[in-house]
């Protein structure tokens, strides 16, 4: 079983302060771990993820996430938000094989000018 | 990464008739497609596997002589609302996974489609 949690569902940041969406993961297997982005009306884009090789992910745009195993918490980082970053972001969760993936209930960024 | 193509984006039907939805893996195989549906201010709801060649999955609740998958080759997977209403309005996502026996391998996602039912 696995299972995912998002602890924020909305996120509010200034322009050009960092970012910290949070995301707590349940797995009974190792885990591989996924960030997407998805902007308005507009498909799933991958920022980012862990497969059991280096625990810090660097991503595009800028973003990194940190694998904590004793934490079991796969957060997602930004040192300094554009406007262009607003959207909505889930953390995923797979293990192993072709398992259906898991889905957090997303976190909404709203970047303030 | 490698690319998977849904069509159409968007599409808006008349209550009664039916929308196909298709999503294509353009440069893998994909085994194994996953449907989901993105109800407002909610995550990705799994709605069915489908698989190639057999029957798809679906998941509980799931009205499977509603929402018909056909999985006919390893590069297309469709999605069929049949007798639409206005609560199928919603926004579909297929991804695919490459059929190739690597654990853990990413999921990839198709554009997505907005299907308005008037």
């Known amino acids: 079983a696995q299972s995912v949690t998002q602890l924020d569902s909305h996120v509010s940041v200034s322009e050009g302060t960092p970012v910290l969406l949070r995301c707590n993961y349940s797995?009974?297997?190792?885990?591989?771990l996924f960030w997407y982005v998805q902007h308005p009306n507009k498909g799933l884009q991958l920022l980012l993820k862990y497969t059991s090789a280096a625990t810090l992910v660097k991503g595009i745009n800028g973003f990194e996430a940190e694998f904590k195993k004793s934490e079991t918490s796969f957060h997602l980082t930004k040192p300094s938000a554009h406007m262009s970053d607003a959207a909505e972001y889930f953390c995923?969760?797979?293990?192993?094989?072709?398992?259906?993936?898991?889905f957090g209930i997303g976190t909404k960024l709203q970047v303030i000018p | 990464g490698a690319v998977v193509s849904q069509h159409p984006s968007r599409v808006i039907c008349k209550s009664g008739t039916s929308v196909k939805i298709e999503c294509r893996s353009l440069d893998f195989q994909a085994t194994t497609m996953f449907w989901y549906r993105q109800f407002p201010k909610k995550s990705l709801m799994l709605m069915a596997t489908?698989?190639?060649?057999?029957?798809?999955?679906?998941e509980q609740g799931v009205e499977k002589d509603k929402f018909l998958i056909n999985h006919a080759s390893l590069t297309l997977s469709t999605l069929t609302v049949t007798s639409a209403h206005p609560e199928d309005s919603s926004f579909y996502i297929c991804s695919a996974r490459d059929s190739q026996p690597i654990l853990n391998t990413e999921a990839f996602f198709g554009q997505g489609t907005r299907l308005t039912v008037v």
């Open positions: 797995s009974s297997y190792s885990p591989s």
């Open positions: 489908s698989n190639e060649g057999s029957k798809a999955t679906y």
């Open positions: 995923v969760v797979s293990s192993g094989g072709y398992q259906k993936v898991t």
